[in-house]
Protein backbone atom coordinates (compact mmCIF):
# COMPACT_ATOMS: atom_id res chain seq x y z
CA UNK A 1 0.00 0.00 0.00
CA UNK A 2 1.02 3.66 -0.78
CA UNK A 3 0.80 6.32 1.32
CA UNK A 4 -1.76 8.02 -0.79
CA UNK A 5 -3.80 4.69 -0.32
CA UNK A 6 -2.91 4.43 3.32
CA UNK A 7 -4.28 8.18 4.34
CA UNK A 8 -7.30 7.72 2.50
CA UNK A 9 -7.61 4.58 4.91
CA UNK A 10 -7.23 6.68 8.05
CA UNK A 11 -9.97 9.33 6.88
CA UNK A 12 -12.08 6.30 6.38
CA UNK A 13 -12.00 5.29 10.05
CA UNK A 14 -12.09 9.01 11.16
CA UNK A 15 -15.22 9.67 9.51
CA UNK A 16 -16.63 6.44 11.41
CA UNK A 17 -14.82 7.51 14.83
CA UNK A 18 -13.63 11.06 15.35
CA UNK A 19 -15.55 13.46 12.44
CA UNK A 20 -18.12 16.18 14.24
CA UNK A 21 -20.94 17.49 11.63
CA UNK A 22 -22.00 19.86 14.33
CA UNK A 23 -18.46 21.65 14.33
CA UNK A 24 -18.93 25.24 14.23
CA UNK A 25 -16.74 26.97 11.20
CA UNK A 26 -15.23 29.00 14.05
CA UNK A 27 -12.77 28.24 16.68
CA UNK A 28 -14.65 26.88 20.00
CA UNK A 29 -11.77 28.61 22.11
CA UNK A 30 -11.45 31.95 19.88
CA UNK A 31 -7.72 30.72 19.28
CA UNK A 32 -5.58 31.25 16.22
CA UNK A 33 -2.35 29.02 16.59
CA UNK A 34 0.46 30.16 14.26
CA UNK A 35 3.07 27.36 14.06
CA UNK A 36 6.22 26.12 11.82
CA UNK A 37 5.12 23.44 8.88
CA UNK A 38 8.02 20.88 10.53
CA UNK A 39 6.40 18.04 10.48
CA UNK A 40 8.02 17.37 14.19
CA UNK A 41 5.89 20.18 15.57
CA UNK A 42 2.32 20.06 14.56
CA UNK A 43 0.58 22.79 16.92
CA UNK A 44 -2.48 20.34 17.43
CA UNK A 45 -0.96 17.44 18.64
CA UNK A 46 1.97 19.64 20.63
CA UNK A 47 -0.64 21.45 22.12
CA UNK A 48 -2.74 18.58 22.49
CA UNK A 49 -5.85 20.64 20.45
CA UNK A 50 -8.99 18.70 19.57
CA UNK A 51 -10.62 19.39 16.71
CA UNK A 52 -12.26 22.57 16.43
CA UNK A 53 -10.87 24.35 19.26
CA UNK A 54 -8.63 26.35 17.23
CA UNK A 55 -7.52 27.51 13.40
CA UNK A 56 -4.13 26.43 12.96
CA UNK A 57 -2.38 28.47 10.59
CA UNK A 58 1.37 26.98 9.34
CA UNK A 59 4.80 28.42 7.40
CA UNK A 60 8.06 28.25 7.35
CA UNK A 61 9.41 29.05 11.11
CA UNK A 62 5.90 30.00 12.15
CA UNK A 63 6.77 33.57 11.42
CA UNK A 64 5.10 36.46 10.72
CA UNK A 65 5.50 37.62 7.27
CA UNK A 66 2.88 39.59 5.01
CA UNK A 67 1.64 36.14 3.62
CA UNK A 68 0.46 35.53 7.94
CA UNK A 69 -0.97 39.03 7.91
CA UNK A 70 -3.03 38.40 4.60
CA UNK A 71 -4.16 35.63 5.70
CA UNK A 72 -4.89 36.55 9.23
CA UNK A 73 -7.10 39.86 7.35
CA UNK A 74 -8.68 37.13 5.28
CA UNK A 75 -9.75 35.65 8.49
CA UNK A 76 -11.17 38.22 10.05
CA UNK A 77 -13.68 38.58 7.22
CA UNK A 78 -14.58 35.06 7.49
CA UNK A 79 -15.28 35.41 11.29
CA UNK A 80 -17.01 38.75 10.35
CA UNK A 81 -19.69 36.76 7.81
CA UNK A 82 -19.79 34.15 10.00
CA UNK A 83 -21.01 35.43 12.78
CA UNK A 84 -18.48 35.28 15.02
CA UNK A 85 -19.57 35.80 18.74
CA UNK A 86 -18.07 37.99 21.03
CA UNK A 87 -15.48 37.01 24.08
CA UNK A 88 -11.75 37.00 23.70
CA UNK A 89 -9.68 35.93 20.48
CA UNK A 90 -6.42 34.75 21.10
CA UNK A 91 -3.59 34.59 18.80
CA UNK A 92 -0.73 31.91 19.72
CA UNK A 93 2.48 31.70 17.92
CA UNK A 94 4.43 28.74 18.59
CA UNK A 95 7.80 28.28 17.06
CA UNK A 96 10.26 25.35 17.95
CA UNK A 97 13.92 24.73 18.75
CA UNK A 98 16.24 22.74 15.86
CA UNK A 99 14.63 24.89 13.15
CA UNK A 100 14.75 23.70 9.57
CA UNK A 101 14.58 27.92 8.81
CA UNK A 102 18.20 27.66 10.01
CA UNK A 103 19.62 26.14 7.24
CA UNK A 104 17.90 28.22 4.93
CA UNK A 105 19.40 30.98 6.54
CA UNK A 106 23.04 29.59 6.49
CA UNK A 107 22.96 28.27 3.14
CA UNK A 108 19.78 30.80 0.93
CA UNK A 109 19.78 33.93 2.56
CA UNK A 110 18.34 35.74 -0.57
CA UNK A 111 15.25 33.20 -0.39
CA UNK A 112 14.47 33.64 3.32
CA UNK A 113 15.16 37.19 2.96
CA UNK A 114 12.32 37.50 -0.03
CA UNK A 115 9.70 35.37 2.07
CA UNK A 116 10.18 36.84 5.14
CA UNK A 117 9.96 40.21 3.33
CA UNK A 118 13.24 41.70 4.31
CA UNK A 119 16.46 43.07 2.76
CA UNK A 120 19.68 40.01 3.49
CA UNK A 121 20.98 42.43 5.42
CA UNK A 122 18.25 42.78 7.59
CA UNK A 123 18.42 38.99 8.74
CA UNK A 124 21.00 38.99 11.46
CA UNK A 125 18.31 41.25 12.99
CA UNK A 126 15.34 38.35 13.45
CA UNK A 127 16.68 36.16 15.53
CA UNK A 128 16.33 32.87 12.59
CA UNK A 129 18.37 30.96 15.07
CA UNK A 130 17.06 32.15 18.88
CA UNK A 131 13.25 31.08 18.76
CA UNK A 132 12.75 32.70 22.16
CA UNK A 133 14.27 35.84 20.94
CA UNK A 134 12.14 35.32 17.39
CA UNK A 135 8.69 34.96 19.71
CA UNK A 136 9.48 38.50 20.82
CA UNK A 137 10.49 40.10 17.73
CA UNK A 138 7.49 38.44 16.67
CA UNK A 139 5.25 40.04 18.97
CA UNK A 140 6.56 43.47 18.48
CA UNK A 141 6.28 43.20 14.72
CA UNK A 142 2.28 42.56 15.25
CA UNK A 143 1.59 45.29 17.97
CA UNK A 144 2.82 47.66 14.76
CA UNK A 145 0.12 46.46 12.91
CA UNK A 146 -2.77 48.32 13.01
CA UNK A 147 -5.33 46.52 11.15
CA UNK A 148 -5.58 43.55 13.80
CA UNK A 149 -8.24 43.83 16.36
CA UNK A 150 -7.18 45.81 19.78
CA UNK A 151 -9.04 43.08 22.05
CA UNK A 152 -6.63 40.20 20.75
CA UNK A 153 -4.75 38.52 22.92
CA UNK A 154 -0.91 37.50 22.05
CA UNK A 155 1.18 34.79 23.61
CA UNK A 156 4.09 33.33 22.52
CA UNK A 157 5.31 29.60 23.29
CA UNK A 158 8.53 28.07 22.10
CA UNK A 159 8.45 23.76 21.79
CA UNK A 160 11.57 22.00 22.22
CA UNK A 161 12.27 18.88 19.78
CA UNK A 162 14.45 17.35 22.40
CA UNK A 163 11.82 17.50 25.41
CA UNK A 164 8.44 17.50 24.09
CA UNK A 165 7.91 20.66 26.19
CA UNK A 166 6.33 23.84 25.59
CA UNK A 167 7.82 26.64 27.38
CA UNK A 168 5.83 30.49 27.40
CA UNK A 169 8.03 33.02 26.21
CA UNK A 170 4.98 35.70 26.15
CA UNK A 171 2.11 35.34 28.35
CA UNK A 172 -1.08 36.04 26.88
CA UNK A 173 -1.57 39.66 26.89
CA UNK A 174 -3.36 42.63 25.05
CA UNK A 175 -2.21 43.40 21.76
CA UNK A 176 -2.32 47.27 22.58
CA UNK A 177 -2.74 48.48 26.17
CA UNK A 178 -4.21 51.67 27.28
CA UNK A 179 -0.64 52.92 27.33
CA UNK A 180 0.14 51.82 23.65
Keep these: MNFHDDMLE ?3 SFS ?9 MMPSTGTI ?4 VDPRVD ?12 AVIRN ?10 ETLAVLSVVGAAAGRP ?6 VLLQHTDCGIIGCYRHAPAVLAKYL ?39 GLVYDVKTG ?3 TVAAPAPLRTLAD
Design 10 to 12: RNA
Design 117 to 155: DVESAALDDMAITEPHKAILLDIATLKTRLELPDGLMLS
Design 16 to 24: TTGFKPDLK
Design 33 to 36: VVGC
Design 86 to 91: GGPRNL
Design 60 to 69: VGGRVNNALL
Design 165 to 167: LVE
Design 43 to 54: PANVLGLKLGEA
